[in-house]
């Protein structure tokens, strides 16, 4: 033991080689050398910053309906359909100088007493200022019917253009529960269409026809897709300006099921 402890003394304490100092430190030097260069290096230039086409580029609504119920036809272009077809509804505007909601509609009383209409139709297409449809309803009071106890074709013929010009095929079925005047309630992929008796009244038929967005996809969708928040806009909100916007948006799109 006496033997190890002068040993381990003897390593504490003898001289450092200057000569071995100075190798190591060049052999440091020489390892450092590459890491330094690398370090000291001119830093690359950054990539130029592009701004992508998605975030100026109107969403195309052909899109969104793949994804969430939309309207594929405004509403200026269903009331304008409706007087193609002999129903004279009026022109698409403001419901009143005080309000935003704008409106065409269609009234025939063929019959009445001295308080109410017994035979009458009404049509109302309901939308805003750009020519988004909210909804659109319809009432018919005593319908004329044939032998079979079928709705009149001149009345049904309101329905099937308001079903074809809407654009989505999985409400066609409907028209033959309207042409037999019976009850029907759908409620489909965001959106909904009702054809039922009033409940005080065995002669009185409501029609409703609109989107119903319930799920939060179905709202995260429709606020993507929402022209709002892309930056397309370079002149001030104008209704001539936003409605022919909206008129050609939806024109391309509604062309091939109008029919």
């Given amino acids: 033991m006496l033997l190890a402890s002068i040993v381990a003394y003897y390593r504490e304490i003898r001289p450092v080689d200057p000569a071995g100092l100075l190798e190591h430190q060049s052999l440091n030097k020489t390892a450092q050398s590459p890491r330094t260069a690398l370090d000291t290096a ?10 992508s086409r998605h975030l100026t580029e109107v969403p195309k609504l052909e899109l969104a309906s793949q994804f969430l119920r939309r309207w594929l036809v405004s509403g200026p272009n269903i009331c304008g359909g409706l007087r193609e077809a002999g129903i004279e509804m009026s022109e698409w505007k403001a419901a009143s100088m005080r309000n935003r909601n704008y409106e065409c509609y269609f009234q025939r009383i063929y019959e009445r007493d001295e308080v109410r209409p017994i035979s009458s139709t009404f049509v109302k297409v309901r939308g805003n200022e750009i020519g988004e449809i909210l909804e659109i309803r319809a009432k018919i009071i005593g319908p004329k019917t044939d032998a079979q106890g079928h709705l009149a074709p ?18 066609g079925d409907a028209l033959t529960s309207i042409q037999n005047l019976s009850d029907v309630e759908y409620e489909r992929f965001g959106a909904y269409l009702t054809f039922t008796r009033d409940a005080g009244s065995e002669n009185s038929f409501n029609f409703a026809l609109g989107i119903k967005s319930t799920s939060a996809s179905q709202m995260r969708t429709k606020a993507y897709f929402s022209t709002d928040r892309w930056l397309v806009t370079r002149t001030p909100r104008s209704v001539p300006a936003n409605f022919g916007l909206m008129d050609r948006l939806v024109t391309s799109a509604s062309a091939n099921c109008a029919q």
């Fill in 42 to 51: 001119a830093p690359s230039p950054l990539p130029p910053i592009t701004v």
């Fill in 154 to 171: 001149a009345v049904l013929r309101i329905f099937e253009i308001i079903v074809k010009r809407a654009c989505w095929p999985d409400f």
